[in-house]
């Protein structure tokens, strides 16, 4: 069960997160963040499935700024109105690259799951067994396949309601995943 | 079908499995594998190599991968030198590459060829490799690899059509059986009765171990040559005579049905009307069981049942010999295991030798004439397909 603050949010997600149109997705802040660490000190970039995030980095930072406060966010194409996942810097339909960013829900039943058991990639391995699913964002034509925490695997059931979490990952990084709602 | 007729005249395998032997030694191995197998087969008259190869860079820590291949296997193309990449249809993009620059004269003689090593010191670097044919930055850091999707398109599969465990362990069994026929086979030697299939441990719920093809080393190699010079290496050809191929998505939230595979429905299509058949004229067909129920689903897309089907299709053994059609006689990628970039290869290679009749009889379509190949790779977002005729004229 949603709470009602959450659904006053939920209802409002999919007006244009600020009056005025941001700048485009091709066009981001300046990152005033710190530097990455020395090379040294990371894993190596080819076996981290992360993302870079900054400006630096990406055309896409504002995602993970905006995740950082807890929105999760994507791409809109203002001439279709068509909703991007993943975020995009250009529209595939159109081409246009000026996208306007938009909140999403931050709930969704689970349209199907399952877990891993065995064979988990390096750096992961020690949270065996973990659980994934394809989520049904609540009121949009978006199904977002992502991590399930909050419930062992043999808990979960297709129609469950989950809520989009986001979690801190490593050199100040940002990602988002389920969490099974209370 | 525009341009020259073409035709597949032979080809060789490696032994797949769990292979002492590196990327580099696979595709020494493989050559001469076919040099033996087409002694008519002189190396200057090869003049293309297509190299189907999946993650060379990831698994063997090498690029470039075209010219080593052909200096391993002693080739020196004089007009085509290329890799394809399709992740697990790698191989049969080579082969189709093959095809269409014969086809448009641009290539006489050509070597398909498909090498993957895939067994490193640490399976969570390979489970890595695999992680990435995903879409790394939005599906990757949730640990999406290929069991768990697939395991997702079996739950909505038995939840949509009530498909068992029982009827995956059906292919899992069926495929293993005819590896059983197969020395080249990665479980050649192992049996897989149902009841032991059903014991095994879960990898990715509902999936268990036997559900699942294999990290597999291994190489295979086939060539095709333009219909005027067919006759210099065989009387049993086996002629390429449609290709298809259709793919619709990437990332995971953009896959739409995870049970109607929709490019499969396209590239069949595609590829069974250039060869002017219909699905139920197949002899055999080689399919893409990457999983058991990837073998289901295709069952269905095919055509070859109704949508929902696909379960009773393999419990009912419509797809052994004496069944409908025969699928994957040559073991299936769960019987053979599943080196990404030789998959494709080996099951043309297995079509070849059907036609030819060079195949145990446990395993034998009768009469074969017509035969279908399909990869999928990735998360079945892409599809591909090719028709092939035996004997017969140009």
């Keep these: ?182 | 079908m525009s341009g020259r007729s073409v035709a597949i005249v032979g080809g060789a395998t490696t032994k797949f499995g769990l292979r002492p032997a590196t990327w580099s030694e696979l595709a020494q191995e493989v050559g001469a594998a076919l040099f033996r197998a087409m002694p008519e087969l002189r190396a200057e008259d090869v003049d293309s190599l297509f190299l189907g190869a999946a993650e060379p860079e990831r698994f063997a820590f090498q690029s470039h991968v075209a010219p080593l291949a052909a200096e391993q296997m002693g080739l020196r193309p004089t007009r085509i030198l290329q890799r394809t990449e399709l992740a697990c249809a790698s191989g049969q993009a080579a082969i189709r590459s093959a095809y269409a620059a014969i086809a448009a004269g641009l290539s006489d003689v050509a070597v398909a060829v498909g090498v993957e090593k895939m067994n490193l010191p640490s399976m969570a670097e390979a489970n890595s490799a695999m992680g990435c044919v995903m879409d790394r930055a939005w599906d990757g850091p949730h640990g999406a690899t290929a069991p768990p999707f697939f395991a997702m398109v079996a739950q909505r599969h038995m939840l949509e059509y009530g498909t068992t465990e029982e009827q995956m362990a059906a292919v899992s069994e069926k495929n293993h059986r005819f590896a059983n026929t197969n020395p080249n086979a990665q479980f050649f030697d192992k049996t897989f009765p149902r009841d032991k299939l059903l014991r095994l441990p879960l990898i990715a719920p509902p999936l268990r171990l036997g559900d699942c093809s294999s990290m597999t080393d291994g190489a295979a190699a086939v060539v095709l040559v333009a219909g005027e010079r067919v006759a210099r290496y065989t009387d049993r050809p086996a002629w390429v005579r449609g290709t298809g191929q259709y793919s619709d998505f990437h990332n995971l939230a953009n896959a739409g049905s995870l049970t109607d595979w929709v490019g499969l429905r396209h590239a069949s299509r595609q590829a069974l009307s250039q060869a002017k058949i219909s699905v139920r004229d197949l002899d055999l067909a080689e399919v893409h069981d990457c999983f058991t129920i990837s073998e289901i689903i295709e069952y269905e897309a095919l055509g070859l049942c109704a949508p929902g089907e696909g379960g009773a299709f393999a419990a009912d053994g419509r797809g052994e010999v004496g069944g409908d059609l025969v699928v994957n006689p040559r073991g299936g990628l769960l019987g053979c295991g599943h080196p990404l970039g030789a998959t494709g290869i080996s099951q043309a290679l297995e079509v070849f030798q059907q036609f030819a009749g060079a195949v145990p009889s446990t395993r034998q379509a009768p009469d074969a004439e017509w035969a279908l190949v399909h990869n999928l790779s990735g998360s079945a977002n892409v599809h591909s397909v090719m028709v092939y005729q035996g004997g017969g004229a140009v």
Excluded: N
């Design chain 1, 1 to 182: 069960m949603s709470g009602p603050a959450t659904r006053r949010r939920a209802a409002a997600t999919l007006a244009p997160a600020s009056p005025t149109r941001e700048p485009s997705a091709a066009a981001p802040p300046p990152d005033k963040r710190p530097t990455p660490s020395k090379p040294a000190e990371r894993r190596p970039f080819l076996l981290d499935f992360f993302p870079l995030e900054t400006a630096r980095d990406t055309r896409l930072s504002r995602f993970f700024d905006r995740l950082r406060e807890g929105r999760l966010s994507t791409t809109r194409c203002p001439k279709e109105g068509t909703l991007l996942w993943p975020p995009r810097t250009a529209c595939p339909s159109c081409h246009t690259e000026e996208l306007e960013w938009v909140d999403l829900p931050d709930r969704g039943r689970i349209y199907a799951f399952s877990a891993v058991l065995a064979g988990a990639p390096l750096g992961m391995e020690a949270e065996v067994p973990f659980a994934v699913g394809l989520v049904d964002l609540d009121g949009v034509p978006l199904r977002l396949f992502g991590r399930i925490e909050g419930a062992p695997w043999t808990a979960l059931h297709v129609g469950q309601s989950v809520r989009v979490e986001p979690f801190p990952v490593e050199e100040g990084r940002v990602f988002y995943r389920f969490r099974v709602a209370p």
